[in-house]
């Protein structure tokens, strides 16, 4: 049995040991994903974890001479919750750590998850604060992967949900790290004590409403009583699914290439098991929210298997995945109406700002120009398909409907009346980045203009 003096010297042993493992991520983390990182913002909530990780990263910082920064989101879901920002502003001027706050407004919408919406709005504030140069540091440990595994499982997620937290990654241009997540919350706990560290206990951590309070108070207790390591070992399977997931995500990244839309011919052409993981990886790299699996089975199914003049969709979480021409685009899920009124746009043309993107006129000589004096000619004014417009591409060819164009430019019937169109006074001259009239285009030797539309975001169509 050991003495009280020999269980003292082995937490001292045991405390350093923690930090240099910590101490040891991080250094790996800035040499290799966080190359260029020079400063780190922790989320510190001010309970346990979030303080042994803020304590142990201000060493680190101070020897590697980065900036540090934590930062408290109160999510204003509690009476006390004031007192718990006072209580992480004290404890950071007492380390010499700059603090800062966000007081959250607002609450979940009626039916919505208060966890995930808290979760959503705290990370929206950490990473407001981040940019590429500074990586975001969360104090999720070995317990809470233990809990999302099996939270997973439970929901009979694949392996991207099986493989759970993720050590390092990034959000955006942000990095994301988590340097205690093969450290144990007992391991925590210890340190805390041995350095005689503050922190809160959050209430709400004992509602067993939520699902992962009953989960860690209820369901791992008992694993771990009657399976010893329990925790240890579905922080391995994440491990090990994280493996899959790594290959997963290299062989849909080959297969997909750099495209916008993603060509149904490539879903056919792959093997059945891989088609899920291709939507979303596609999907992810979009930048869109992960598909339920009701939307996934819809896109897998009833969209892929549509008549090819069809035009089948499914939309969650505000986007939506349309078919058309044989692919699947991503879009807004409701897309809006483009204002009635036509809209100057004054010389010198450069840009031209519009609620859905961007006009933008590139000096050009090239037979895709229209001729800059003759747009000078009257008012320059965008406007929106009204029905009935007509063009002439081709000094001798025919006036043709604008309806006809677009299908053969394979515009998706969504974008047609969405797309803006350049008036010269009443005259249709320009249908930016598709077509030119041949009454505006550019003459030998004369100024000329290329005229661009860019969509402002990838769900902007």
Known sequence: MNTPIAEHAQDRTSAAALVARCHGRLAALLGGDGNGVERLLVAYSGGLDSTVLLHIVREFCRRRALTLEAHHVDHALQAGSAAWSRHCQATANRWGVAFTSTRLRGSPPPGASVEDWARQQRYASLLARCDSRTALLTAHHRDDQAETVLLHAL?????????????HGHHGDTPLWRPLLEESRAQLQSYARGHGLEWLDDPSNE??????????????PVLEREFPGAALALAEVARLQSE??????????????????????????????????????????????????????????????????GQPQTAWQGVAVRRYDDCYFLTAAHLSVPPAAPQAWPAPWTSLALAQGELRAINSSGSDAASAALLAAAPLNVRYR?????????????????????QEWRVPPWQRMRWPLLYVGEQLAVVPGLGVAAEFRVRDDEPGLQILWVGANSFAH
Request: hydrophobic share 45%; aromatic share 4%.
């Open 207 to 220: 509602v067993l409403g939520f699902a992962r309070n009953r989960m860690r108070h209820t369901v791992l």
């Open 386 to 406: 009204a029905g009935g417009e007509r063009l002439r591409l081709h000094a001798r060819g025919p006036r043709r409907e604008l309806k006809h164009l677009f």
């Open 244 to 309: 899959v997931v790594e290959v997963l995500d290299g062989v849909a990244d080959q297969l997909l290439g750099d495209v916008e839309r993603l060509p149904l011919a490539l879903l056919r052409g792959s093997a059945v098991a891989l088609r899920p993981y291709l939507i979303k990886r596609w999907l992810k790299r979009r930048g869109a929210p992960a598909p339920g699996r009701t939307a996934l089975q819809h896109m897998l199914g009833e969209m892929l298997g549509a008549r090819s003049d």
């Open 155 to 167: 929901r009979a997620s694949g392996p991207h949900g099986l493989a759970g937290i993720r050590a």
